[in-house]
């Protein structure tokens, strides 16, 4: 199983990105996929996640109205529509996925590598 994140790049404060992530080669039911952030010095957090089955999301307090997660089933991927980004929001962000192997039925989680999100005031 790889994630694959795009999308990251940089971009003037009030701009947009989007950011993807691709479950390549999924052998799991995934119960949960989010978005996570880590900028320098500071812990990584949860930017965003989607449960599967219900469709329900969350956000971060310092997201909300400006930053939508959804999924494409069909295409395993993952995205997070980001907007009005300000100069908080630049952190190398990752993708994780975690579910139910159809091998094992054990518990597994992903991380993707990260991609690079820098808001320019």
């Known amino acids: 199983v790889l994630l694959v994140e795009s999308g990251g790049g940089l971009v003037q404060a009030g701009g947009s990105l989007r950011l993807s992530c691709l479950a390549a080669?999924?052998?799991?039911?995934?119960?949960?996929m989010g978005w996570y952030r880590q900028a320098p010095g500071k812990q990584r957090e949860l930017v965003a996640g989607?449960?599967?089955?219900?469709?329900?999301?969350k956000y971060a307090d310092s997201v909300k109205g400006r930053f939508t997660i959804s999924r494409d089933n069909a295409k395993n991927t993952m995205y997070l529509q980001m907007n009005s980004l300000k100069p908080d929001d630049a952190a190398v962000y990752y993708c994780?996925?975690?579910?139910?192997?159809?091998?094992?039925?054990?518990?597994?989680?992903?991380w993707g590598q990260g991609t690079q999100v820098i808001v320019s005031s």
């Open positions: 989607i449960i599967s089955g219900s469709g329900r999301t």
């Open positions: 080669g999924r052998t799991f039911n995934i119960n949960f």
């Open positions: 994780n996925a975690n579910g139910t192997s159809y091998i094992t039925g054990r518990i597994v989680d992903y």
